[in-house]
């Protein structure tokens, strides 16, 4: 079973600009999460979708933004890039059913986000 | 509302030496526990997960960790490090009743450093 699938894995971009992630998760798991690692915050929690429905999101400017398609990949955009923005974007899939969902996340390897 | 406490940000530890993560949480619920290991340039990836029944867990790689519900605390354990260990640690929790939402909160992560 192929694990979850994150491109690009490194990207640079220029302040202002926007930037798009996208995230393909475990076939069969339909909740697909989005988190912001920097050194020192650790991991922030962006939002979650699940059947193309954002139903939980963090604290983070509109700028950030996401969505899910009918065959359960995630993109994230962030517009109007700032140096701060700078971070490993990690998404990660769960199968997210109403019976013994226990939390448990399954990472992709990341997108290395650098704004210059 | 949960929160978790990693109570040191870094160990390091010699080579076959003994290792311990410490991990507390907090909530108003019961929890599944998890810890994740992260390599360099990596995503997270499970090392061990409390579910219910035995609080002593074992993971991968040979580590373990024991869930101690009135110390709220789920410490991380190996008997003998290797360098290929070395990673940043996170400790995290999900409620165990979560409606099938992501609920997961993590530490800010230990990073340990094996030393030859």
């Known amino acids: 079973k192929a694990g979850v699938t994150q491109t690009p894995r490194y990207l640079i971009k220029t302040r202002g600009q926007q930037v798009t992630l996208s995230c393909s998760p475990i076939?069969?798991?339909?909740?697909v999460s989005w988190y912001q690692q920097t050194p020192g915050q650790g991991l922030q929690f962006l939002f979650e979708y699940f059947s193309e429905t954002q139903r939980n999101k963090g604290n983070f400017p509109g700028r950030f933004s996401g969505r899910q398609f009918s065959n359960s990949r995630s993109e994230m955009n962030v517009s109007t890039l700032e140096l701060g923005d700078s971070a490993l974007y990690l998404c990660?899939?769960?199968?997210?059913?109403?019976?013994?969902?226990?939390?448990?996340?399954?990472f992709g390897e990341g997108s290395r986000l650098t704004v210059l | 509302a949960q929160s978790v406490t990693q109570l040191d940000s870094q160990v390091p530890v010699f080579e076959e030496a003994p290792v311990e993560l410490r991990c507390n949480y907090s909530?108003?619920?019961?929890?599944?526990l998890f810890w994740y290991v992260q390599y360099p340039n990596q995503g997270l990836q499970l090392l061990l997960k409390?579910?219910?029944?035995?609080?002593l867990v074992k993971g991968i790689n040979g580590f373990e960790a024991e869930f101690n519900k009135s110390q709220t605390s789920f410490h991380l354990r190996k008997p003998s490090v290797h360098i290929s260990d070395t990673a940043e640690y996170f400790c995290?929790?999900?409620?165990?009743?979560?409606?099938?939402?992501?609920?997961?909160?993590f530490g800010i992560g230990t990073k340990l450093q094996v030393i030859p």
């Open positions: 409390y579910l219910s029944g035995s609080t």
């Open positions: 909530s108003s619920v019961s929890v599944y």
């Open positions: 076939s069969g798991h339909r909740s």
């Open positions: 995290a929790v999900s409620p165990v009743n979560s409606g099938g939402y992501q609920k997961v909160t």
């Open positions: 990660a899939s769960t199968l997210s059913g109403r019976v013994k969902n226990t939390g448990e996340l399954f």
